[in-house]
């Protein structure tokens, strides 16, 4: 089973727009795509999910093309405690999360 | 409180000591699953469980056992641990929109 792909690590600072990207090109037809934040020593945590077009929440918006092909997490405004790890993992029963997107906020 | 909840937290063992490792989750979630997570390489699926008495491999399953007897239980059982289990293992249920719920995590050292 394929993994989706994401960036390794991506650095930002305080007060920014941050916009993660997953490519999901084995995606199948009833598969949610889904972010999860993790915190060292921590287990992941949800933070959004959609199946197509555009989702917001609390904490973040997620973009979903037409083709679901791809995803985008757009954290707004990020601060220090946004510091992690991302993940988009390839859903369905046999969950593969591959090594996430490290996100460094800096001062 | 919605919760998944593993025990122990942390354990250190010896090399052939047998150990399980359990997990409960009181959100009357069907599916279930315990991965395993070691430096730079994220997490990876040792088993899951689509529901009572149904349980499948994930990508990691080598020397590891689970059983599903009742829905808010899903222990992991090692038979005879290794130093190569030593890791970071995580529980998880999933809700109805394929959201998974993780517990706190736990330690394991194999000596």
């Known amino acids: 089973l394929a993994k989706t792909t994401q960036p390794i690590s991506m650095d930002s600072y305080e007060g920014q727009e941050v916009n993660i990207t997953c490519s999901h090109n084995n995606i199948a037809t009833n598969d949610y795509i889904t972010w999860y934040q993790q915190f060292p020593s921590q287990g992941p945590r949800f933070i959004i999910q959609?199946?197509?077009t555009k989702v917001t929440n609390e904490v973040a918006s997620l973009f979903i093309p037409a083709d679901r092909k791809s995803s985008t997490l757009s954290l707004p405004r990020v601060s220090l405690s946004d510091t992690a790890v991302y993940y988009c993992?390839?859903?369905?029963?046999?969950?593969?999360f591959g090594a996430g997107t490290r996100l460094f906020v800096k001062a | 409180e919605a919760q998944v909840t593993q025990n122990p937290r942390y354990l250190i063992t010896v090399t052939g000591k047998k150990l399980t490792v359990t997990c409960s989750q009181n959100?009357?979630?069907?599916?279930m699953s315990w991965y395993r997570q070691d430096p730079g390489l994220g997490l990876r699926q040792i088993y899951y469980s689509m529901n009572v008495e149904v349980t499948d491999k994930g990508d990691v399953p080598e020397g590891y056992k689970v059983s599903r007897k009742e829905k808010r239980n899903f222990p992991l059982i090692l038979e005879s641990p290794s130093p190569n289990q030593t890791s970071l293992y995580f529980c998880?249920?999933?809700?109805?929109?394929?959201?998974?719920?993780f517990g706190p995590g736990t330690r394991l050292t194999v000596l």
């Open positions: 959100m009357n979630h069907e599916y």
């Open positions: 959609g199946y197509k």
């Open positions: 998880a249920s999933r809700g109805n929109y394929n959201e998974q719920f």
């Open positions: 993992p390839r859903g369905g029963f046999k969950t593969i």
